[in-house]
């Protein structure tokens, strides 16, 4: 996926929304800085290695923090979206080689 590449040139990984608070914080930037046009960006999530398991970019497992839209089956879809509307946001899983936006997390350690 090109977003994971972009998003590694720069030091970084697609964001990955391991809590409430990140969630949160994610939503409201987003709808400050995109208005009401853009609506779904790829996070660091994904089960391109094994079917219905899911992880983050940096390895570890999904965990008990979740914000799926539906429990439908996905076999043809692998990446994680953030789907956003005015009052929520909301996991979605999608084709991996769909472009859209993404979300990068950097480190915050000042090296880029």
Same mark, same amino acid.
């Given at each position: 996926?090109?977003?994971?590449?972009?998003? *590694? $040139?720069?030091?970084? #990984?697609?964001?990955?929304?391991?809590?409430?608070? #990140?969630? #949160?914080f994610?939503r409201?930037?987003?709808? @400050? &800085? @995109? %208005?009401?046009?853009?609506? @779904?960006?790829?996070?660091?999530? $994904? $089960? *391109?290695?094994?079917?219905? #398991? =899911?992880?983050?970019?940096?390895? &570890?497992?999904? %965990? $008990?923090y979740?914000? =799926?839209?539906?429990?439908?089956?996905?076999? @043809?879809?692998d990446?994680?979206t953030?789907?956003?509307?005015?009052r929520?946001?909301?996991?979605?899983?999608?084709?991996?080689? &769909?472009?859209?936006?993404?979300?990068?997390q950097?480190?915050?350690? %000042?090296?880029?």
């Amino acid at each position: 996926m090109a977003a994971k590449q972009a998003c *590694q $040139d720069e030091g970084g #990984t697609l964001a990955m929304i391991k809590d409430e608070a #990140t969630q #949160t914080f994610l939503r409201a930037h987003l709808r @400050s &800085t @995109s %208005g009401h046009r853009q609506r @779904s960006y790829w996070i660091g999530l $994904d $089960d *391109q290695n094994t079917e219905g #398991t =899911f992880l983050w970019n940096d390895g &570890t497992p999904l %965990g $008990d923090y979740d914000k =799926f839209r539906s429990d439908a089956p996905n076999e @043809s879809r692998d990446c994680v979206t953030l789907w956003r509307s005015r009052r929520r946001a909301r996991w979605d899983i999608k084709d991996c080689n &769909t472009r859209r936006p993404y979300i990068c997390q950097l480190s915050g350690n %000042g090296d880029k």
